[in-house]
């Protein structure tokens, strides 16, 4: 019996397959440095301090 479940997971085995031998996802999974964002909220205590330091950091 071939049920939803079972279906979900095929077709998305499938599109995963398809993305990963296509061009985009040959990029996808090269590894590169990407921007990232941060919340200086998490360095609330420590940003007085040393605004450009804790930034480079």
Same mark, same amino acid.
């Given at each position: 019996?071939?049920? &939803? &479940? +079972?279906? @979900? *997971?095929? !077709?998305? #085995? #499938?599109? @995963?397959?398809? /993305? #990963?031998?296509?061009?985009?996802? #040959?990029? /996808? =999974? $090269? +590894? +590169?440095?990407?921007?990232?964002? @941060? *919340?200086?909220? !998490?360095? =609330?205590? $420590?940003?007085?301090?040393?605004? $450009?330091? !804790? @930034? +480079?950091?």
């Amino acid at each position: 019996m071939y049920n &939803r &479940r +079972k279906f @979900l *997971q095929t !077709t998305g #085995a #499938a599109a @995963l397959g398809t /993305f #990963a031998v296509s061009k985009a996802g #040959a990029a /996808f =999974f $090269e +590894k +590169k440095m990407h921007p990232i964002g @941060l *919340q200086l909220f !998490t360095f =609330f205590n $420590e940003i007085d301090n040393d605004v $450009e330091g !804790t @930034l +480079k950091k």
